[in-house]
């Protein structure tokens, strides 16, 4: 074994784990078997101070896998699951249609509905709230408003926001720019996230950013227009911490290549969650974090 390897594991991921994870003894001899989740795990049975010099332990999902030949497999087996959730994934729930939501509160009459709707059949594109401000029957108010209605949640006055929120640590541009929607407002460090999304609440987003953030995630809308405005101000002044990958999408490549990463950045736990578009990891390490995300096809 080469001396990097060894002066490697001894300052790196290793011991931040191993103390982490470990008792307070570590030169009581103490089995492997013991912690490390994967079943088939060849290293059970040995000792552990061999192990702390030669391994690089991660933590995936509150388990701590002993090296990369003890993590692939679960993650692998966990990526699967991921991607045949995106073939499996259920039809949207129907909802009211915007146009005639904006009939029913009287803000568009019928016969400007048709004509919208016309045009938007002629167009084959666009949808109906666009084509209603395009004749200038609607303002982006009402729209928000209807849209905030058809999906039963608030709606969110980004124009009047002082400053926008960092998002170093908080989510990747990517991700963001992928759902159409910015964060809004945040109480605190663990208080309720509040998300505001431009053209529609994508319920699945909010889920896995609740679930990826473990803090309260709420969805609420705002106008279209302020949300890109102010993902063009994240782009303009945020550098993209994430990498992203447009056409990784073996199960068996994007688990390396997690666990590259992990080791490169001594990354001390992993998560991994999908969401409409992606395969989102985040590698957590002191309080701060790097995310990779794999663009998955629908
Ligand atoms: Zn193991």
């Not at 009047?160 to 929120?165: E, G, T």
């Amino acid at each position: 074994m080469s001396t990097s390897l060894i002066q490697g594991t001894l300052t790196g991921v290793s011991r931040d784990i191993a103390w982490s994870v470990l008792p307070a003894k570590p030169k009581s001899r103490l089995r492997l078997s013991s912690i490390c989740a994967a079943a088939n795990c060849p290293h059970k049975g040995k000792l552990w101070p061999s192990w702390f010099r030669i391994l690089s332990p991660v933590q995936f999902e509150g388990r701590v896998y002993c090296d990369a030949q003890c993590f692939q497999p679960e993650v692998e087996e966990r990526i699967r699951r991921l991607q045949a959730s995106f073939v499996n994934a259920k039809p949207k729930p129907s909802r009211m249609p915007v146009g005639l939501l904006l009939l029913q509160r009287g803000l568009v009459t019928a016969d400007q509905l048709r004509e919208a709707l016309r045009r938007q059949r002629e167009a084959g594109k666009g949808k109906i709230g666009y084509w209603l401000r395009e004749l200038g029957l609607v303002d982006e108010g009402n729209l928000t408003s209807a849209l905030a209605q058809q999906f039963g949640c608030p709606t969110f006055p980004l124009e009047r926001l002082a400053s926008p929120l960092q998002l170093e640590n908080l989510l990747p541009l990517t991700l963001l720019e992928s759902i159409c929607a910015v964060p809004a407002y945040a109480g605190s460090d663990t208080g309720a996230l509040y998300l505001a999304f431009g053209d529609r609440v994508d319920r699945s987003a909010l889920f896995a950013i609740e679930q990826m953030l473990g803090r309260q995630t709420i969805g609420c809308i705002a106008k279209e227009s302020m949300v890109h405005e102010l993902l063009e101000q994240y782009r303009r002044s945020t550098s993209r911490g994430e990498i992203h990958f447009e056409s990784m999408r073996e199960p068996v490549e994007m688990t390396r290549t997690i666990y590259n990463y992990a080791r490169e950045l001594k990354s001390q736990r992993i998560a991994l969650i999908n969401t409409r578009n992606y395969i989102w990891a985040r590698l957590h390490r002191e309080g701060s974090s790097r995310d990779l995300l794999f663009r998955m096809m629908r």
